[in-house]
């Protein structure tokens, strides 16, 4: 097929706090099997803010090999619109579909691949972190051969159908922490996947469900997406107040959301021997904690969570048919030409949830 644009307007990443936006930046000649879109939208996620700030995880700590790849195109929680399929494409979207698609492009061949357990792929091609995979803060996006690719209905609203990404990581976190009608949940943390979060543990039906966060009007959505109870722990101490719910016992599971060091001592001071943690978050910083509490003091489940493998399909049914809820989720939209403003609005937090960039 011949290919039908040259150049487009792009913010790309050249080395650690360089991001420039071009106006012409090349758009790459498609390889056998990849398809091209025209982003319709793309998501803020804070693991772009942390690489924005310059995390050490991404960048390395100057001894080690930065893991992002430059120069690179940031944006992974994208809707667009097929415009070009390549040549030997074995997928099933045709030119005019509209489409998501998974973060990571498993490379099929490693370990995890091979076991079903794609979205740990030992090459970790991750849209929107290296050149090769550049992500969506950009008019178009290069869809790999491998890449997980979903159709979205067309009538669904962009601010829902922009959702898709995020709250399939928030699904895939809640079924690891595997709640049962008997347990107290402790959500920490509601930001977009930490709403995300509260949507899906109610559907497990809980025995209490509590939502914490440092804004009030966070916890105020949460309480509409249906947590029982909500906490600030610039108002209260947490520990005490779960602790005063529980018999003294402490919950049953603690899912963290925050990404800030103090909300894992608090989960680790508020939750019952032999309960299950579920950390979530991608940390700008290294944390500290006294490790023993894990064996010796509480016998605790750690259990990580990353990205929303083997559930982008479901996710998108819930949120057309409201099973789950977005309403008041995306809270600002901008022009790739502000990029920088849609980047501050999401750092600050303050009075945003998800921020959303239209190229
Ligand atoms: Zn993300
Ligand atoms: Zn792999």
């Known amino acids: 097929m011949a290919k039908t644009v040259k150049t487009m307007k792009a913010l790309v990443v050249y080395e650690k706090g360089k991001y420039v936006l071009e106006e012409n930046y090349p758009v790459p000649e498609l390889k056998r099997g990849e398809v091209l879109i025209k982003i319709e939208a793309c998501g803020v996620c804070a693991s772009d803010i942390k690489n924005w700030h310059g995390a050490e995880g991404y960048w390395g700590d100057g001894t080690s090999e930065p893991w992002v790849k430059t120069p690179f195109i940031p944006g992974h929680e994208f809707v667009g619109e097929v415009v070009e399929v ?59 051969a491998k890449t997980r690719i979903y159709q979205i209905p067309k009538g669904l609203e962009l601010e829902k159908a ?35 979060m509260v949507n899906y543990a109610r559907l497990r039906n809980p025995k209490t469900l509590v939502a914490v966060d440092m804004m009030d009007d966070r916890l105020e959505i949460a309480k509409r997406f249906g947590a029982d109870i909500v906490l600030n722990p610039a108002k ?64 605790l489940d750690i259990l990580g969570s990353h ?19 977005t309403d008041g989720v995306v809270t600002h939209t901008f022009g790739l030409d502000r990029w920088q403003d849609a980047f501050e609005q999401n750092a600050k937090g303050e009075g945003s949830l998800k921020v959303i960039i239209k190229p």
């Open 236 to 299: 209260c101490n947490i520990e005490e107040e779960i602790k005063s719910l529980t018999k003294g016992y402490g919950c049953d599971i603690y899912i963290e959301a925050t990404g800030h060091p103090s909300s894992v001592q608090q989960g680790l001071d508020s939750i019952r021997k032999l309960g299950r943690f579920i950390e979530f978050s991608v940390f700008g910083q290294k944390v500290s904690v006294d490790w023993s509490v894990i064996g010796d003091g509480k016998e």
């Open 86 to 144: 390549s040549e030997g494409y074995e997928g099933d979207v045709n030119v005019g579909d509209r489409v998501t698609g998974e973060q990571i492009v498993p490379c099929g061949e490693c370990m995890f691949c091979q076991t079903g357990k794609y979205w740990m792929c030992d090459k970790a091609d991750i849209f929107g972190f290296r050149e090769h995979v550049n992500g969506a803060m950009a008019e178009y996006m290069v869809l790999p």
């Open 162 to 196: 922009v959702l898709i990404e995020p709250y399939s990581c928030a699904k895939h976190a809640v079924d690891r922490a595997d709640i049962s009608n008997t347990d107290v949940v402790v959500l920490s943390g509601v930001g977009t996947l930490g709403l995300a």
């Open 307 to 325: 990205l929303g493998p083997y559930c982008f399909d479901v996710v998108t049914d819930w949120i057309a048919d409201n099973t789950i809820d």
